[in-house]
């Protein structure tokens, strides 16, 4: 934590944006849209609070503005970090120099701070 008392910020690594899972953007609430609420899970978010997911073309014509919870993230990232072995030709030969891989394993141990 922070002299304040917060949690540092997360940055997600933009190579790693793509592979997080997300709900179906077709069908998504505005405050989700905008970022004011979890993506997955619909807290309200403050710019302390959220984990920015990067903005994406919606399939309406317009941009949203993703954002999750810390808790929410995690989950989704740890569901990314389960399944990449499997798909990833690098990590069934030697996923310990798998570098996805090393990188969805620190985002999420920065999630859990």
Do not use: Y
């Not at 619909?42 to 810390?70: I, K, Y």
């Amino acid at each position: 934590m922070t002299a304040t008392g917060t949690r540092p910020l997360i940055d997600v690594p933009p190579d790693l944006l793509p592979l997080i899972p997300l709900p179906d953007l077709h069908v998504l609430p505005d405050a989700r849209a905008r970022g004011a609420e979890c993506v997955w899970g619909g807290e309200l978010l403050s710019t302390a609070t959220a984990v920015d997911l990067g903005e994406r073309p919606s399939p309406h014509g317009t941009t949203l503005f993703l954002r999750g919870c810390r808790l929410c993230t995690l989950r989704a990232v740890l569901t990314t970090h389960n399944s990449h072995p499997r798909k990833c030709e690098q990590c069934a030969d030697e996923s310990a120099i798998c570098k996805t891989l090393r990188g969805l394993r620190a985002l999420a141990l920065e999630l859990r701070k």
